[in-house]
């Protein structure tokens, strides 16, 4: 059971990865195969089971609303592909 | 013996004892390293300048405590700062943080010395650290077969003697397994033990530091100095830590040890089997009550972490735009397409075949059926251990379903390659302790037994991995590596 | 079919910046204009290895405006990622909250000619800002954009109304309300100016008496009140219009062109939105103890909502005048220290609402800034209410207030606007105005009104504006009819 390209193609763009057709062929069949595979969860019946998704069950862990000093900008630009004026810059939108 | 293969707690008293220098120490170290590490492959980054200056500074001053002045090795995932952190990907191949990962702090702390960075899989993605960006780590017991992974490199670092003790991470096993191949000792403490804080995240909710060394007390020594809570990390436990090394005096008369008849099926070498239920014996010999018991939920485990891990990991790795930080396709003519040609060119193949299959888990008309089932499924796992652990200490069972194989012979496969975890992600999946421990040979490579406890109960499993490994002396062999 | 054809149906989105010190998951300052990127850290930032640890006063705040618009608090609640990729959302998700929102089900009272008219409030949950894009010249036309992550992790509060607001007056009100009521409570300073009040309209249209809504449309980038009800406006006319032409309208967002009065598509090539919400893994879930939810309700100041009654009832002022004098808590407590000093509340309104609010806007102060007491005014109010000045000398004395700060009665002396009210010097003056025009007290007599002005006029002159006028009047009849 194999995904189409046109989900692949779909996932990609949510994912925001510009697959080659090559790598779209073979994730339709790799995807499709684990999925596959994950299936075997829908043999097991789980109509009153909470999901888990917090291993330690700990509630409000919170700080105080407390200052504490922001990190240099140089820092904060040093490891930038590009910036400007103290801004990250980034080709236009489209 | 060469001050490279010692121990922790040995090279420790030698320092203290002044029989030995802390540069001494790292000279050895960084000897061993250029000998035996163009075969080895265990480092993408070495830190030698620095760590001779940090062993001259320990050794003027002339305090010897704790882990002071004494090596170790990182897996590449963890901020160091001023330190090239690469991940194992080209996406971070030139990525220099500037802030420090709380589990190293706390070793710098004590002046542990870092001696570099280890090579993994791309974003901990893969159980034999082929998925690396920058090239393969070779297994020191048989240079032709893979570390394991994905910590490989700090498996390897440590079975080579390269360092004396390292960092790894474990998200569905990649600190047991690695360790289990290269015959070390890994442990995976209990989701919440050790900060996460700097730590680059693959999956939030499975994803726990760990350490990797030649023998139980040093694991438990390095375990206690890196534990406990961090303010940084809202799902850091706010519990104590005890003293590891405290509880490691061999006497584990009486303790309840179960081993669970799904992790011996058909699945499993034959070889692997008998070297557990040798290790059962040995138990039973030295006090224990041995029991077969049932975690009838075990083969949903596998399954259900590729749908979480990968769910998590989407988002997660979704940060990796080229903005801020990273690689960044140049050429690209607009926005999205710097987005999606950089994060194409940037990740590997195992990387983009994971956030696909996250993606989609939680995509519009899939969350129900596979995300949420998923977290469904991993309650009744969790549930299987809380029963069995009403009853029993630890849980004895085999790490890996094989020894380390070839280099190069699983990858094309995904799910052949994601069958190596089926024995160490149902710990993940209920965020238990878990740890492996050399236990045997089969034609020459090392055979890891694992020991699962309850939650936050460490302590036990040192103990009951001190008194196995003190009876054998698996722990004293070192891999030949073709050098003398 | 015509305009009056159909019902324009209207919900309300509105975020409301919380007012912390710090941001909501990082120590970093919650402020506002700081240089590009120096308000930041690898938390905000989205760099690798960072991990949130959630603001406690956010969560405070959060309940406090949930109770402010009488919602249901949730005694569990969590955060969710909402995932999507933009370069100024550095995680490529939003922390915000999915399923189980903070708070839910509440309401808030307008007033509509008069009459009270309940807006349902459908929930408002919390989530975290993204960053700025600058560009050079329109987004369309810029050759690159510049990121700035200052804003990223803010605190916000996301509050949903049901679409039960039907004019685009109503929106506003609604609004006005919000925007006071969350002032009021203290946890934001809703300068929409600075963004930390923002809004966005649904709007749909649908033939009278019909159940089943319209096709929905959101309109976004409407910066004041007055955007925001003639962008309600332009669209349902635009709907209607589109509908009376056999048009299928599409469900989309449109941005308001404040320049040109219009709303216009922002639809991109892209299929809809799908934003894979999760539970947030690294933030363990709320529970809230019914003894927080009370605490906070016991430590509530006065909301507008009360404040109008009690103004309605007490003093008999209208609800369009309530509405204004509770548009903030200073201007509130301003009007009520006023009354406490001066207790005729139906001229200190007048005079708030008149020429005290034609003086702050003229300035763009805000009423914290005025420089004169709200026992100031009352001083003033009483001297006219006593004739010690008249009507218009108030108010060039009243202005000169504004200006300087100087309370009335030193500003009557220094200028000697005294009114003059004694009615012996009056008499006296009028006597000799009389006296000096006898023709014109003639021409009075005989029933000329025009005269009667000329008289006053007159007797005004010679006392440089001071007489009391009305005595005036009163006291020429009076010596006239003495003769």
New interface residues.
Partial sequence: MALTIKEVEHVALLARLSLSEDEKVKLSQQLGAILNYADTLNTIPTDNVEPLTHILSVHNVFRADEVQPSMPREEMLANAPLVEAGYYKVPKIM | MELFELTVHALQQKLASRQVSSEEIVKSIFARINKVDDKVKAFITLTEEDALNKAREVDNAGQYKGIAGIPLGLKD?F?TPGVN?T?GSKM?A??????A?TAFRRLEEQQGILAGKLNMDEFAMGSSTENSSFFATCNPWDLTRVPGGSSGGSAAAVSADEVPFSLGTDTGGSIRQPASFCGVVGMKPT??RVS??????F???LDQVGVISKDVYDNALIMKIIAGHD?????S??LDVPDYTACLDGDIKGLRVAYPQEYFGSGVDAAIKDAIKKALLKYEELGAIVEEVSLP?S??AL??Y??VAP??A??NL??F????????D?E??????????T??QG?G?EV??R???G??A???GY?D????????????I?DDFTRVFKDFDIIVAPTTPTTAFKLGKQSGD??TL?MNDILTVPVNM??LPGMSIPCGFDQGMPIGMQIIGKAFDEATIYKAAYAYEQSTNFHTMKPALGVE | MKAYDYEIVIGLEVHVELKTKTKIFCGCSNRFGAEPNTNVCPICSGFPGALPVLNQQVVEYAIRAGLALNCEIASYTKFDSKNYFYPDLPNAYQVSQYDRPICSNGYMDIYVDGKPKRIGINRAHIEEDAGKLVHQGSITETAYSLVDLNRCGVPLLEIVSMPDMRQAAEARQYLEKLRSTMLFAGVSDCKMEEGSLRCDANVSVRPWGEQALGTRVEIKNLNSFRSLEKAIEYEARRQMEALDDGEVLVQETRTWDEEKQVTRSMRSKEEAQDYRYFPNPDLPPLVIPREWVESVARSMPELPQQAQLRLMEKYGLSAYDVSILTSSPEYLAFFDRCVAAFAQPKAVANWMMGELNKFLNQSNLQITECRFSPEHLAELLKMIDEGAVSGKMAKDIFAEMFASGKPAAQIVKEKGLAQISDQDTLIAMIEEVLKANPKVVEDYRGGKQKAAGFLVGQIMKATKGQANPTLVNQLIDKCLSAE
């Fill in positions: 995932l901020c952190t991940c971070l030139d990525f220099v943080p500037t802030y990962s989701y919440g996460r804080w700097g730590v680059i995240a999956a939030s909710s303010h940084l990390d809202s799902t436990a706010a939920h083969e949903y399954p259900a590729y749908l769910a998590e989407s988002a979704a940060r735009d080229g903005v801020r930080y990273g690689y960044r140049n690209a003519e607009n926005m999205e397409a710097m987005f999606s040609q994060r194409c990740f193949d983009k075949r956030i696909m299959l993606t989609y939680l995509s519009s969350y059926a596979y995300y949420l089932k998923a977290l469904k499924v991993r309650r009744l969790a995904p799910l994601y209920a965020g």
